[in-house]
């Protein structure tokens, strides 16, 4: 089936120059990026984008994160992309996460209250239309 993913480059992605890299990895792929902007995030729709770690400890340092500059917003399409690219990104913890995938290559943990993951990806169909019409109206 045809599916759209919402795939971000989260802040260290950017500030560490990863756009190219991961962008060339989705077109590599064969996943279209059919629409694409750079924002920094309110914390209001941080809220509702990750509105089920609202709560959690970690959830203060992740808002502190992922407000500490722009991040790079697309839309993909493709066959089963929502689980390629959750495939592609690899597991949740980048130390852990397999080489070969993003957060295996690009990324690993720091003696930090919150992982700083270089990248996310809506983790099912239901969640992918909700975080596209968040992040694009
Ligand atoms: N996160 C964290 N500590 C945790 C779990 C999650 O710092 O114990 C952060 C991490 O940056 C992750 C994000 O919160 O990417 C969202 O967590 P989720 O469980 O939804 O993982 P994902 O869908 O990003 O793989
Ligand atoms: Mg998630």
Known sequence: ?????LMLIKPDGVKRAMIGNIINRVENKG????DMKM??????LL???YAEHVGKSFYPALL????SG???VMIGEGTNVVSGWRA???ETNPTSAMPGTIRGDLGREWDEPAMMNVVHGSDSVT????????WFD
């Open 1 to 5: 089936m045809t599916e759209q993913t």
């Open 127 to 134: 969640t992918a239309k909700y975080e596209i019409s968040l």
């Open 88 to 90: 592609m990104m690899g």
């Open 47 to 49: 809220n509702k984008h």
């Open 70 to 72: 722009p991040v790079v």
């Open 39 to 44: 924002v920094v995030p309110t914390e209001q």
């Open 31 to 34: 996943y279209r990026i059919i």
């Open 64 to 67: 502190e994160y992922m407000t």
